[in-house]
């Protein structure tokens, strides 16, 4: 799946939406043509699936002060 921009004046595939497209959504033979969006859209499409997809920490395999040979001494 890859998106670039649009290289054709195609309005934007959104229902209700009349704008012109910016940008293709291509999945390379998925779904038998490209998706249209305009900027808006886009936009809107991609905050939309940041509420549901969220990226997650990557939690280190070591610990801060060990790697840079601190040690925390509380007594």
């Not at 910016?22 to 991609?46: A, P, Q, W």
Request: net charge positive; aromatic share 8%.
């Amino acid at each position: 799946m890859e998106i670039n921009e649009c290289r054709h004046l195609v309005k934007c595939d959104f229902l209700g939406c009349n704008n012109l497209a910016k940008y293709t959504f291509s999945t390379k033979g998925v779904i038998k043509r490209n998706l249209c969006f305009c900027e808006d859209c886009l936009k809107g499409m991609y905050e939309a699936i940041a509420k549901m997809q969220t990226p997650k920490c990557i939690k280190s395999p070591f610990k801060l002060n060990k790697r840079l040979g601190k040690v925390n001494d509380d007594k």
